[in-house]
């Protein structure tokens, strides 16, 4: 089983690119953003830590962590981002860890595909075959997350300017998908790539 590490910055195209993977090959898809949320869930391993570093009236009526008001709160106060981050982070590439040895011994799959927005950041290299950089020309992003998200140019900006440049992404990144173009270009990529 091979495992593989997709990222790319907002608006280029990331989930077509994982669709396109889950439908074509024999492959498993995790996605580190849903299984954060998962693990903050009660009775989880990051739940009761998180909870305990922000207080409880950030939990909503069922007891779930309301992740508007986490986000209110962690993003005033750089000590308290830093604190659920070593909670929320370590946790997810542990379980990353596990499950790709699980996987392995199981023996289902071709391929264990993870997307993550801080593959790098994070050191997923440390634990994965390799990283695929998926990129878009920063106009044909925009126009997406406009399109898309209804995102405005101040919104757009923020993020571009938060997330890691070009030069960061293919440092560390095996292969680069070139998503700016149409999606049949884009596909064919991938087949190369997964051949």
């Known amino acids: 089983m091979k495992t593989i590490g997709i990222t790319g910055g907002v608006g280029s195209g990331k989930s077509a ?5 889950a439908e074509k090959n024999n492959a498993l898809i995790i996605y580190a ?6 693990l903050e869930s009660p009775g989880h391993i990051c739940y009761d830590r998180i909870v305990d570093v922000l207080g409880r009236d950030i939990l909503d ?16 106060d750089s000590d308290l981002l830093r604190a659920v981050n070593g909670i929320i982070h370590p946790a997810v590439k542990d379980y990353i860890n ?14 264990f595909v993870l997307e993550a927005a801080l593959l790098i950041e994070e050191k997923y290299y440390e634990i994965l075959d390799e990283l695929w950089y998926v990129r878009a020309d920063e106009a044909v992003r925009r126009q997406r997350l406009k399109a898309s998200r209804g995102y ?3 919104k757009i900006d923020s993020i571009m300017d ?10 560390y990144c095996k292969y ?11 596909y064919a990529q991938v087949d190369a790539l997964m051949d």
Do not use: H, P, W
């Open 33 to 38: 953003d849903k299984l954060a949320y998962e």
């Open 176 to 186: 680069v998908i070139d998503n700016s173009e149409s999606l049949t270009a884009t």
């Open 98 to 111: 596990d499950r790709i040895n699980r996987e392995r011994e199981y023996g289902k799959y071709d391929y």
């Open 17 to 21: 690119v994982l669709e396109y993977i």
């Open 152 to 154: 405005s140019d101040e």
């Open 162 to 171: 938060s997330q890691l440049d070009d030069q960061t992404y293919m440092k």
């Open 61 to 76: 009526s069922d007891g779930f962590i309301n992740k508007n008001a986490m986000a209110a709160r962690i993003f005033a």
